[in-house]
């Protein structure tokens, strides 16, 4: 049986969801580079543990920044390396691959990301954006005259989205989303608890104690982190609220673009959107009470995806079934 193969390309995760067996890896957008010899010493997974505690020769990379490209070679060396890992050499004939890229992707940098595709053992090689993907992998049936609206929340960007028979009506991309909320809880705690705090531990925060709406103060955490004063480490308590307050205004610019772009949606499609509903997709999609927040600004009914962080991995899946009909590029 041929295989077909549906690559998320993320800039915070990679996930390669194989047809006919699922998601077959999903690794973190990491790369350690030994700075000495100019070599790649780790990807994914095993880079993703150094961050933050490596010795001077060693930089941990993120290759795929704020929803573009920051480093080229290494996205490619990433891309071949997770690609070999599946033995595509292996297969029977050579796979369809669809790469699923962030939106801000040059044309010159979806050229060479389909050629490093090709190189690892591709057949035809073929690339979408998110959140076209991530909605088809929500389960909304974008292909018909209605409209669906996709919010999709990754590390880099948030893509808010209108499609209707397959193509993006309107649309707005930001780049504030997973990254930024750590940064913004970062910098609350460096700001009023005179403490440090790696990206790893605010990442933390978000994850355990992380809340869009109606925080709840009474829920709490430590924190350990390095003392700003006297330069020991120390720990301390937060709350979700504070928490909250952290993330407000990095969230309120999500709800003012969403109601952007709403507002230059046609009308018949507006009216769908009031029926259907928005769709979070994306690892932010699961942040607690977002769904609540849209609702209470927007008056939209807000859904989120069941595995938001597979959305785009299961939507290439689906897509792959009717490859052939893509544009390839
Ligand atoms: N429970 C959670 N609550 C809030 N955020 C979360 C949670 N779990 C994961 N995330 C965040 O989701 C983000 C990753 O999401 P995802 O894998 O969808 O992004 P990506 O597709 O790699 O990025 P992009 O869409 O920008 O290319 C990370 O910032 C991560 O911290």
Redesign the pocket.
């Known amino acids: 049986m041929a295989r077909d193969i549906g690559i998320?390309?993320?800039?915070?995760?990679?996930?390669i969801n194989v047809s006919g067996k699922g998601i077959v890896l999903n690794e973190p957008?990491v790369v350690a580079v030994d700075t000495d010899k100019d070599k790649v010493v780790a990807v994914g997974t095993e880079a993703y543990k150094m961050v933050g505690r490596t010795p001077g020769n060693i930089r941990v990379i993120r290759p795929?920044k704020n929803?573009v490209i920051a480093d080229f070679d290494i996205t490619e060396e990433m891309l071949s390396y997770f690609i070999e890992k599946l033995n595509v050499k292996g297969f029977m004939s050579k796979p369809n691959i669809l790469i699923c890229a962030?939106t801000g992707v040059t044309s010159i940098e979806q050229k060479a990301i389909i050629q490093a595709a090709e190189k690892s053992g591709g057949g035809r090689v073929y690339l979408d954006f998110?959140p076209k993907v991530a909605a088809v992998g929500a389960g909304l049936d974008i292909f018909k005259p209605q409209g669906n609206m996709v919010i999709?929340?990754?590390?880099?960007?948030t893509?808010i989205a209108v499609l209707s028979m397959g193509e993006i009506v309107t649309s707005r991309s930001l780049r504030w989303?997973?990254?930024k909320?750590?940064q913004a809880i970062a910098s609350y705690i460096k700001r009023s608890k005179n403490l440090l705090v790696g990206q790893h531990t605010a990442?933390q925060i978000?994850?355990q104690l992380?809340t869009a709406f109606e925080a709840d103060p009474t829920k709490t955490m430590t924190v350990r982190g390095r003392d700003m004063v006297d330069g020991l480490p120390k720990q301390v308590a937060i709350n979700e609220l504070e928490v909250q307050k952290a993330l407000e205004d990095g969230l309120m610019s999500i709800v003012a673009a969403t109601k952007e772009v709403l507002e230059q949606t046609p009308p018949e499609l507006s009216a769908d959107i009031i029926d259907r509903g928005i769709m979070l997709?994306?690892?932010?999609a699961?942040?607690?009470n977002i769904d609540k927040l849209i609702t209470y600004y927007l008056q939209v009914p807000v859904l989120k995806a069941d595995d938001?962080?597979e959305?785009?991995a299961k939507g290439t899946g689906v897509l792959l079934k009717n490859i052939e009909n893509h544009q390839r590029h």
């Open positions: 998320d390309l993320g800039t915070a995760n990679v996930l957008s795929l929803g962030p998110e999709d929340i990754g590390g880099g960007t893509d989303a997973g990254d909320m750590n990442e978000k994850i992380g997709t994306g690892g932010g699961l942040l607690k938001p962080l959305a785009v």
